[in-house]
C-alpha cells in the first residue's frame, strides 16, 4: 500500500511505488503511434532502472533533477534527455490525475538544444558527383539512383520513401506528382512534384520489375525480402554508402543530408522561405528559418573585411 499525500494544489494522491506495472499502466492508457510508445517506453525503463540501481521507492522531485544530470554525465544526447524529461513529465502528470502519485516533475526542464542542423548538406556539384558516382546497369543501381534523386529534389523524409506505392505516382495538372504519407500522417494527402529526369530515372527502374499500384515504388534486393517494402534503415544504409562510395563520408552526411539539401539548394537558387517551407511541409516557418539563417551568416563578410583592415 503507498501513503496519501497532497499535491501543490492541495489534492489529496496516492504515493505509491513507481513500478514496472504502474509504467505499463501508464502506456496502456496513452493513444499514441507505435514509434511515440516506443519513445516512452524507452524513457520510462531508463527512469525506473535509474531508482531500481539508487533504491529509490518513491521518487522526489531531486530524484527526477538527479537523474537528469546523470544523464548529461553519462554523454546522452540533448534531444534524448529533453525526450526523456518530457516522457517523465507526461507519466507523472498522469498519476496525479489519476490519484496515484504527486506530480513531482512539474516544470522540471530537460536540456538546452541546439536549433541549428545536426547535419550538412552537399553542394550542387557534389550532388552531381553523387549521382553520376552510382553504377546504373544494374538493377539495384537504377533503383538506388532513383531513391537518391527524388530525395534531393524532393526534401522526403526516408520514411516517405519507403511508405511510397507505385499507385502514388500520378499525373496532377500538367506535373507528374508523388503522394505521399507524411510524418505523423496517416493518409497521403499530401504530394511532391517529381521532375522529368527523376521521372525518368524511376519509371527506368519500375520497367526491371513486374508492378501493380499497391506495392512499393521502390522495392527490397535483400535474399529474405526480394521485392518486399524497405526499411528507414535500408534506405539511410544506401545513402550512406553512395555518400563514402563518392568520396563524401563523414559523420555529418547522412540520408537527412539530402533533405538539407533540397532545402538549401533551393534557396540559393532564387526559392524564398515560404516556398522552401512548403518543399519540407513544415507545420511551422520558424524550423525552416534556420536554413535562411545559416545562408545569411554564409552572406556575411565581416571577417573579410576584419583581415583585410589588419593585413591590407
Given amino acids: 500500500m ?15 511505488a513507481i513500478t ?12 499514441a503511434k507505435p514509434k511515440t510508445i516506443e519513445t516512452y517506453t524507452r524513457a520510462l525503463k531508463q527512469f525506473i532502472a535509474y531508482l531500481y540501481r539508487n533504491n529509490i521507492n518513491q521518487p522526489q522531485r531531486a530524484d527526477v533533477i538527479a537523474f537528469r544530470e546523470e544523464l548529461k554525465a553519462t554523454g546522452h ?15 507523472f502528470q498522469w498519476t496525479e490525475q489519476e490519484h ?8 522540471i526542464k530537460g536540456a538546452k538544444i541546439d ?11 557534389q550532388v552531381k558527383t553523387l549521382i553520376n558516382d552510382i553504377d546504373r546497369t544494374t538493377e539495384q543501381g537504377q533503383r538506388d539512383y532513383a531513391i537518391l534523386s527524388l530525395m534531393i529534389t524532393t526534401g522526403l523524409r526516408t520514411i516517405e520513401v519507403i511508405r511510397a506505392d507505385v499507385g502514388d505516382l500520378r499525373v496532377l495538372g500538367s506535373d507528374t506528382v508523388l503522394y505521399i504519407q507524411g510524418k505523423g500522417h496517416d493518409e497521403k494527402t499530401d504530394f511532391v512534384k517529381v521532375s522529368e529526369p527523376v521521372e525518368k530515372a524511376i519509371r527506368e527502374y519500375l520497367k526491371t520489375r513486374s508492378i501493380n499500384d499497391q506495392q512499393p515504388l521502390f ?23 553512395n555518400l563514402i562510395n563518392a568520396g563524401f563520408n563523414s559523420d555529418r552526411l547522412t540520408a537527412h543530408s539530402l533533405r538539407h539539401t533540397a532545402a538549401t539548394l533551393n534557396l540559393l ?9 512548403q518543399l519540407l511541409r513544415h507545420t511551422s516557418i520558424n524550423t525552416t528559418m534556420i536554413y535562411s539563417h545559416h545562408l545569411d551568416r554564409m552572406k556575411n563578410n565581416s571577417e573579410d573585411r576584419v583581415t583585410k583592415a589588419i593585413f591590407g
Fill in 2 to 16: 503507498g501513503e496519501l499525500t497532497r499535491t501543490s494544489g492541495g489534492a489529496l494522491v496516492m504515493q505509491q
Fill in 20 to 31: 514496472e506495472d504502474l509504467y505499463q499502466s501508464f502506456i496502456n492508457f496513452i493513444d
Fill in 77 to 91: 544526447k540533448p534531444s534524448t534527455i529533453q525526450n526523456y524529461i518530457t516522457t517523465i513529465r507526461l507519466f
Fill in 100 to 107: 496515484l502519485y504527486a506530480n513531482i516533475a512539474s516544470k
Fill in 115 to 125: 536549433q541549428g542542423h545536426k547535419k550538412d548538406y552537399l553542394t550542387g556539384q
Fill in 219 to 241: 522495392a527490397s534486393e535483400a535474399n529474405r525480402n526480394k521485392g518486399g517494402r524497405m526499411t528507414t534503415r535500408s534506405i539511410s544504409r544506401i545513402v550512406k554508402d
Fill in 269 to 277: 537558387n532564387g526559392g524564398n522561405i515560404e516556398e522552401t517551407q
